[in-house]
């Protein structure tokens, strides 16, 4: 009678992983002592970085070519500094791998870099999506994964990391909803733009504190919220061009006295431009091109002291003020219904818009948040 053969475990390849990198560091070559690493801080992070090194598939200009060895603070890209909570231990704070052009995946060693506080990826062929390790990287200030191939949904694990100021991963392969939260997080810049989020544009906008807000080249619809308001304090600039935005837009939009920058294009959003946005004195950049706003511009707007371009085109105005020839770089009056001007709209498609005028004040003109 045949024995029946016992079932053998398959080994866990995170181990397996683990015992290989572990391997350089206990076993040492006949002309070498084994290597020394001074602290622990230091021996997760050789774990992590060889780790990642073995995730790479492609590195043609060399970044990693010297991550060889115990002294990760050599490792090019790779930024040791004094632990925070304890400044006698030499730890790894800071990675930039920017335009390195390496393609791979991040492995969940990383979240055993636990006192990072900048991590620099950009341009890069990373893919795959964020390690839920990156959990443990609590004083994780910036996140920088820009113009990679990353997929999947929004990373969620960026929620939880209570230090983060700054997150950019645009020009990536994300899909899906942007959860509303995101706009509760502490940051001081956004960069959601160029993925593919599918998305309703949120309540809480405005409870981002941000800078800088950048959500552009994204199916992102619905209308801005009255709570952008709430973000005059803080926000210089914010890209809201080329998502599928609708209704008009509020007046509330001029209270962002400090805002320089404000790119609406390419939306459906209609009605007049609102006269309170004369009253943003800050204003250097204003784009409302490819959307659906009628009725005359408002001349407190080629009033503002610092603005330099207005871009208008591609609507259906009906006037414009004489002070608007008056901007440094000029303004882009094109396709629209102006008497007079070069380069309009025909009289039909003016005709069939003034026939039909949107009335900001009856429901249904704006988004009902309240």
Partial sequence: MKKSKKNTPHPNPIFLSLLIILSNIVTPSSSQEVAYIPNP????????????????????????????????CNYTGVYCAPAPDNPALLTVAGIDLNHAD???????????????????????????????????????HELDVSNNLFSGP???????????????????????????????LPLDALFLNDNKFKSLLPVNLGNSPVSVLVLANNLVTG??????????????????????????????????????????????????????????????QLDVGHN???????????????????????????SEPAECGRLRDGND???????????????????????NPVDCLLAGSICPFE
């Fill in 41 to 72: 801080r230091l021996m997760s992070a050789y774990i992590a970085l060889q780790s990642w090194k073995l995730a790479i598939v492609s590195d043609p200009l060399g970044f990693t070519s010297n991550w060889a060895g115990p002294n990760v």
């Fill in 102 to 140: 390496i393609a791979g995946i991040l492995p969940e060693h990383l979240g055993l870099l636990r006192d990072l506080a900048l991590f620099h990826i950009n341009s890069n062929r990373f893919c795959g999506k964020l390690p839920a390790s990156f959990l443990h990287l609590k004083i994780l």
């Fill in 154 to 184: 929004f990373p969620y694990v960026v929620l939880y990391l209570p230090s983060l100021k700054f997150l950019d991963i645009r020009f990536n392969q994300f899909f899906g909803e942007i959860p509303p939260e995101v706009f509760d």
């Fill in 223 to 284: 209308c801005i919220p009255p709570s952008v308001a709430q973000m005059a304090e803080t926000l210089d600039e914010i890209i809201l061009a080329n998502l599928g935005l609708t209704g008009c837009l509020r007046p509330e939009i001029g209270e962002l006295k400090e805002l320089k920058v404000l790119d609406l294009s390419c939306n459906k959003l209609v009605g007049p431009l609102p006269d309170s946005i004369g009253g943003m004195v800050s204003l250097e």
């Fill in 292 to 318: 659906k706003f009628s009725g005359p511009i408002p001349r407190g707007i080629c009033l503002l002291p610092k603005l330099e371009n207005f871009v208008y085109a591609f609507n259906y105005f009906t």
């Fill in 333 to 355: 009056d094109r396709k629209n219904c102006i008497v007079g001007r070069p380069r309009q709209r025909s009289a039909a498609e003016c005709a069939l818009v003034g026939a």
